[in-house]
């Protein structure tokens, strides 16, 4: 027979095996119920079985550049998308008085921004230019198959290659060249952005911009002129010399920023080309109301900076509520104001003060910001 201190110690830990099974039950109905108000339920969480529905017609990709991106996709029906892009090799500006030598998808960096709807099959034609010195072809992330894409994608200079393949999963990919050395071709400008549309589409929002950060290892220093080459010791050692936003120092400033007007919605697709470093991306003057991280299909809300990996995306959402000028930066600061990933969005329209208005210092003046 057990004594009674005995039965006492039993009939405590009875009590706390109680307490914590009711505070554990609390806590998974609580997780349940928070996952359930942000859309994310158990089912959304099994790995689904994709069907590759049937597809009606055929047409033509709308390619663009940065910071274009091509209309909605209105069909509600998975078509045959025929992608034509070109890799090609050319001189452009990096920066004000320095060249560089770019690899590209498309004739700019970064690629061309390509746009499609869940379960379209895709038939890719990957041509390289003649003047190319070197073979490419093209990784895309949002292919399920091998290597994405690269190698029936390879590609001599003159020739082209020819794929397919279903887009099976929604969201917002990166694609690159995965020629040996991958880096060098990366590092050189050659990568850019898919979406695939989800089959019930995205929200409409007044604004979409694609927004891409890259990193460029140059043998000379940061704004030494004239043409300028790929430093692979550099890019090993990770110590890039140009860190830009759409491939060169001020592709979005002055007549090239962005634009809005207050009371618009903006969505900005924003990806990493890296080819080494994440970027931590914000918007000075706003905050994020949706952000898709990593370019999925579940958004977090009231976000002031996102993470952006090397070889990922993430779209991002707002509405423009005061004029003025609004600064997209990586947060990782000295990159923004020393290194070149910085860009404007000018934002006009009737001000409203109680969004925010400046009292009184040297920094306030008696323009209203209102155009």
């Known amino acids: 027979m ?23 039950a609390v806590a998974v109905v609580a997780t349940r119920d928070t996952a359930a108000a942000r859309g994310v339920s158990s089912a959304n969480a099994t790995i689904p079985v994709r069907e590759i529905p049937a597809v ?7 390619l663009t550049a940065a910071p274009n991106v091509p209309p909605p996709i209105t069909r509600d029906y998975a078509t045959t998308v025929v992608v034509n892009l070109e890799s090609v090799e050319k001189t452009m500006r990096l920066d004000d008085g320095v060249e560089y030598t770019f690899w590209t998808f498309g004739g700019s960096v970064p690629g061309s921004f390509i746009r499609i709807r869940e379960g379209d099959e895709v038939e890719f034609h990957m041509t390289n230019h003649h003047t190319s010195t070197v073979p490419h072809n093209i990784d895309l992330h949002a292919v399920t198959g091998p290597g994405g894409g690269a190698k029936a ?4 200079p003159g020739g082209e290659s020819v794929f397919k393949f279903t887009a099976l ?13 991958v880096p060098m071709h990366i590092a050189n400008g050659m990568y850019g952005m898919i979406l695939v549309e989800p089959k019930e589409g995205l929200p409409k929002v007044d604004r979409e911009y694609y927004v891409m950060q890259s990193e460029f290892y140059t043998t000379g220093k940061h704004g030494e002129k004239g043409l300028q080459t790929l430093d692979m010791d550099k890019g090993i050692a990770e110590q890039p010399t140009y860190v830009v936003f759409n491939g060169a120092v001020g592709a979005l400033t002055g007549d090239n920023a962005l634009q809005a007007k207050v009371g618009e919605t903006v969505r900005l ?4 080309g890296g080819p080494n470093l994440v970027s931590s991306f914000h918007v000075i003057g706003e905050v994020f109301d949706n952000v898709y991280s990593e370019g ?19 779209m991002v959402e707002f509405r423009v509520e005061k004029p003025g000028e609004l600064v997209l930066v990586d947060h990782s600061i000295f990159r923004a104001f020393n290194k070149g990933a910085l860009g404007i969005m000018n934002v006009t329209g009737q001000d409203n003060p109680r969004v925010f208005a400046g009292v009184s210092g040297i920094g306030v003046t008696s323009d209203k910001g209102g155009h």
């Open 153 to 156: 994608s390879l590609t001599l």
């Open 269 to 272: 697709f924003v990806g990493n």
């Open 56 to 62: 009606k017609g055929r047409e033509n990709a709308v």
């Open 2 to 24: 057990p004594n009674t201190q005995t039965t006492a110690n039993i009939k405590r830990l009875a009590i706390g095996a109680t307490v914590i099974a009711v505070f554990t």
């Open 169 to 181: 999963n929604p969201g917002l990919y990166v694609y690159h060249c995965a020629v040996a050395p």
């Open 296 to 314: 999925g299909t579940v958004a977090q809300h009231n976000v002031q900076t996102t993470v952006v990996p090397a070889g990922g995306s993430a």
